[in-house]
C-alpha cells in the first residue's frame, strides 16, 4: 500500500523561501552583477582619490606677469641709485657698488626666467624657484626702491633715523673685521648656553615624563619659573655669577631650558604604551626603554621645542651682551647706539637677522635629516 503525502508549502524544502530558488543561470547573473557593482564603486572611489589629489598637489605655474614686474622693479632700483642726483647733505658711499648689486640681481632673475622656457634639465627646477620665489622678488625690490627714494634721493625721511641702503652697505663693508669678530664671539656666547640649556631641558623632560615622583616635584618649577622673561633675571644674575660672561650664558641656558624641557616631557609622555610592552617583550632593559623607545618617540617634539628655544635664544643673547659683555654682535648693536650712529645699528641688525636666519635654516636642515621618516606628513 503506497501512501501519498501532499506537502502544503508548494514543494520548496522547509526552511528555505519560495524566492531563493531559481535556476544556477539566474543566481550566477546575480552573482555577476553584484561584482560589476563592487568593480564600479572601487573605480569611482580611486579617482574621487585621484581628483582629491590633483587639487591639494596643484603643479606650482608661473605667473609671468609678477616675474616681468619683479625683474622691472629692480631695475628701476638699480637705475634710481645710479641716475638719480643725491641728497646734499648724504654721505655717498658705496652708491656704485648699491647699483650695480641692484642690477646684478635683475639680470639673474631675467637669465633665469629666459631659461626656464627651454628644455634643459634645470628648466624645471627653475619654473619651481620661479613660481615660489617671485612675490618675494617682486616685494623686495619695491621696498629697496621706496627705501631709495624716500632716503637718499629725496626729504621724505629724515636724517639720521632713517640712512639709505648705500650708506648702511658702506658701514658693512668699512667694519667687517670688527664685525666678523663680534659675529664669533656671538656664536660661542651662544653655543655654550644652547648646549647647557638643551641638556637641562633633555634632563628635565625626560624624568618629568618618565616618573610620577619627579614630575611631581619638577612640573611646579617649570610652571612658575619658565615663563619668567630672561630680562626679569639680569637683575640677580650679574650680582649672583662671579662674571657678566658666567652670566650671559646662564641667561641664555634659562631661556633655552623651559621650551626643550616642557615639550620633551610632552613628547614622551604622548607616546603610545604599548611601544613600551613590545619593548618589554622583545628583552629591554629601562634604559634601552629610554634611550631606544622614548627619545626616538620624542624626537619630533624635542626638535620643535629647540627651534622655539633657538628663536628666544637670541633674545637673550642680545640682553646679555648689553649688561655686561663686551664682545658681540648685540654689544657692537649697543655700541654703536650710544654714539648715535644708527647707520651702523642698522648694519648690526642686519648681521643679526642672517645670523639668525642661518641658524634656523641649518637647524630645519637638521631636522629634515633627523626625520626622514616624517617626509610629507609634516611641514616645520
Known amino acids: 500500500m503506497t501512501a501519498t ?28 552583477t553584484g561584482t560589476k557593482s563592487a568593480a564600479d564603486t572601487a573605480s569611482a572611489t ?137 659675529v664669533g664671539n656671538s656664536l660661542l656666547l651662544l653655543t655654550i648656553g644652547l648646549v647647557i640649556g638643551l641638556l637641562a631641558g633633555l634632563v628635565t623632560g625626560v624624568t618629568s615624563g618618565w616618573s610620577k615622583t619627579f614630575n611631581y616635584w619638577q612640573n611646579p618649577f617649570l610652571q612658575i619659573f619658565g615663563p619668567l622673561p630672561s630680562v626679569a633675571w639680569t637683575a640677580i644674575v650679574f650680582v649672583v655669577f662671579p662674571t657678566a660672561y658666567a652670566a650671559a650664558v646662564f641667561l641664555i641656558a634659562v631661556s633655552v631650558w623651559f621650551p626643550v624641557a616642557v615639550l620633551t616631557r610632552a613628547g614622551i609622555i604622548g607616546i603610545p604604551r604599548s611601544y613600551y610592552d613590545v619593548a618589554q617583550t622583545l628583552g629591554a632593559s629601562r634604559a634601552s626603554l629610554i634611550t631606544r623607545v622614548a627619545l626616538p618617540g620624542a624626537l619630533p617634539d624635542i626638535l620643535t621645542g629647540l627651534f622655539m628655544a633657538l628663536g628666544v635664544s637670541f633674545v637673550s643673547l642680545t640682553v646679555a651682551e648689553n649688561f655686561g659683555v663686551q664682545s658681540g654682535i648685540g654689544w657692537y648693536i649697543n655700541w654703536q647706539k650710544g654714539w648715535g650712529d644708527y647707520t651702523s645699528v642698522y648694519a648690526g641688525i642686519l648681521v643679526l637677522v642672517a645670523l639668525c636666519s642661518g641658524l634656523l635654516a641649518f637647524l630645519g636642515v637638521v631636522r629634515a635629516r633627523l626625520l626622514r621618516w616624517q617626509k610629507g606628513l609634516t611641514r616645520w
Open 5 to 32: 503525502i501532499h506537502r502544503s508549502d508548494g514543494g520548496h524544502p522547509p526552511g528555505r523561501p519560495a524566492q531563493d530558488q531559481g535556476s544556477g543561470a539566474e543566481v550566477l547573473a546575480g552573482r555577476a
Open 46 to 182: 580611486r579617482a574621487e582619490i585621484e581628483l582629491r589629489l590633483a587639487q591639494t598637489h596643484k603643479p606650482e605655474t608661473v605667473k609671468h606677469g609678477l616675474v616681468i614686474a619683479g625683474i622691472v622693479s629692480w631695475a628701476a632700483f638699480a637705475a634710481a641709485t645710479l641716475a638719480l642726483p643725491d641728497r646734499t647733505d648724504v654721505v655717498v658711499e658705496a652708491t656704485g657698488l648699491t647699483g650695480t648689486l641692484g642690477a646684478l640681481v635683475a639680470l639673474a632673475w631675467a637669465l633665469s626666467y629666459g631659461l626656464s622656457f627651454t628644455s634643459s634639465r634645470a628648466a624645471k627646477s627653475l619654473r619651481q624657484r620661479l613660481s615660489t620665489g617671485v612675490p618675494w622678488l617682486l616685494a623686495t625690490g619695491l621696498w629697496f626702491l621706496t627705501w631709495e627714494l624716500t632716503t637718499a634721493k629725496s626729504t621724505a625721511l629724515p636724517r639720521p633715523y632713517f640712512t639709505p641702503p648705500q650708506q648702511v652697505l658702506g658701514i658693512l663693508i668699512e667694519d667687517r673685521v670688527i664685525l666678523a669678530e663680534s
